[in-house]
Each structure stands twice: as C-alpha cells, then as structure tokens.
C-alpha cells in the first residue's frame, strides 16, 4: 500500500479519523432536493429557462430583420416564435415559483423581487440564468436569495420514521 492509515493512539483520535475519512469520500452539499419529481421540475424549468434566454434574442433579431427587409415570412416566423416565447415565460414561472430552496423556502427560479444575497452572481441582469446553468451543467445550485449551496441530488431518508 502506498498510503496507509496512521495508527490512531487512542479511540478519540480512531473515532475523528473514520469521520473525516467519511465525510470526505461522499459529496459534500449540506442540501438536496426532496424527491425524483422535484429533481426532475428543476431540471425541466432550468432547461425552459435557458431556452427562453436564447430564443428572446432571436425573436428580436427577426423581427428587425423582417422589418427592415420587409419580408412577411421573417415576420410571420418571428411572430409564431414570439408566441412560442409567452406560453415558454408562463410556463417556466408556473413551475418556478413551486420549486423551492431546501434551507430558505424562496423560489430560486422564480421571480420574487426580492433582496438578494451579496454573493449571488448574475448574467445579463438574470439571476435565474445563472441558477439555470448551474443546474444543467454542475449538478447543483447556489440560492441566489440565502447563498446556500443545494446539490442536484435525492435527499437520503432513513428507514423508520419516529412514532409519537
């Protein structure tokens, strides 16, 4: 073995050192989403959202270009996609404001107006962009309203339940 264990002198030190060894082999997010469903709505509502974010740009740019070229078909098209863009906004804040942070109970995808926390980070004025990718691409999320960290996982459940 190339790295071994230093041999704990005493129990306290045995028990400090199995715990540190633990808590550092598992993914450290202090928390997670509820349930699969939830996973799954903050997967689908990052996804709507960032797509929303790249069609706005497009919508614009033709209907400028269908202005200027005076081209119905750019304009029809561009309308169709204005269209798409709406039901897409309605939609995204439907299933934005029921997903929740775990620590804070804010809707981290939805449009609260609230203060925000001093860390969180924005792009292009958005704050729900950047949870977005973050939950795309890192498998977790920064509250942009307390600043916790929540990981893209199930949360684990034990296998009983306290009677009363």
């Known amino acids: 073995m190339l790295f071994q264990e230093p041999p704990a002198k005493s129990k306290l030190q045995a028990v400090i050192l199995t715990t540190s060894l633990a808590l550092f082999s598992r993914n450290l997010f202090m928390h997670s989403v509820s349930s699969q469903s939830v996973l799954i709505r903050f997967k689908i509502t990052s996804l709507i959202l960032l797509l929303l974010f790249l069609m706005l740009p497009i919508v614009?740019?033709?209907?400028?270009?269908?202005?200027?070229?005076?081209?119905i078909a750019w304009l029809k098209n561009a309308g169709i996609c204005a269209v798409a863009c709406v039901f897409l906004k309605v939609l995204a804040l439907m299933l934005g404001e029921r997903l929740k942070c775990s620590l804070c109970m804010s809707a981290p995808l939805g449009n609260l107006g609230r203060a925000k926390h001093r860390s969180a980070q924005s792009f292009c004025g958005s704050y729900r962009v950047v949870v977005s990718t973050s939950i795309l691409f890192k498998g977790k999320f920064r509250c942009p309203y307390c600043g916790e960290m929540t990981g893209m996982r199930v949360r684990e459940r034990s296998g009983h339940r306290n009677s009363r």
């Open 60 to 71: 614009i740019g033709s209907l400028l270009y269908g202005f200027y070229a005076n081209d």
